[in-house]
């Protein structure tokens, strides 16, 4: 046996390896091509599955966010504040809803300011 070469392989028992093929029975060379030969080895085979995946995982990576992604052509805008109540009015606690002063209430409204006031 030289450097590099792999030993050759042990002699199968009458009835099992590659000799029993043509009978049908399933042997370590089942493996076969749709016109009864290999096309390429096992661990092409595998080879080929693993490079397989990571193409796909990586068009996965690629592609997925490009799709799901929004559109982002609008521009951020802040709506303006809504004007504060007017002084007097009563406020229902905890959503501070204007409610008449003349129904069950939690505050007033005694004075109101606006965000631009420099007090």
Same mark, same amino acid.
């Given at each position: 046996?030289?450097?590099?070469?792999?030993?050759?392989?042990?002699?199968?028992?009458?009835?099992?390896?590659?000799?029993?093929?043509?009978?049908?029975?399933?042997?370590?060379?089942?493996?076969?091509?749709?016109?009864?030969?290999?096309?390429?080895?096992?661990? @092409?085979? *595998?080879?080929?599955?693993?490079?397989?995946?990571? &193409?796909?995982?990586? %068009? !996965?990576v690629?592609?997925?966010?490009? #799709?799901?992604?929004?559109?982002?052509?609008g521009? @951020?805008? *802040?709506?303006?504040?809504?004007?504060?109540?007017? &002084?007097?009015?009563? %406020? !229902?606690?905890?959503?501070?809803?204007? #409610?008449?002063?003349?129904?069950?209430?939690?505050?007033?409204?005694?004075?109101?300011?606006?965000?631009?006031?420099?007090?």
């Amino acid at each position: 046996m030289g450097i590099g070469r792999r030993p050759d392989p042990a002699p199968t028992a009458p009835g099992r390896g590659d000799d029993n093929l043509s009978m049908g029975s399933a042997g370590p060379s089942d493996t076969a091509g749709p016109f009864g030969t290999s096309a390429i080895s096992a661990s @092409a085979q *595998r080879r080929l599955g693993g490079v397989l995946v990571l &193409v796909i995982a990586l %068009l !996965l990576v690629l592609v997925v966010p490009r #799709v799901l992604a929004a559109d982002g052509t609008g521009i @951020a805008r *802040r709506e303006p504040d809504p004007p504060p109540p007017p &002084v007097g009015s009563c %406020l !229902l606690w905890p959503a501070y809803d204007v #409610v008449d002063c003349s129904q069950p209430h939690t505050s007033e409204i005694v004075r109101t300011w606006t965000a631009d006031d420099p007090e």
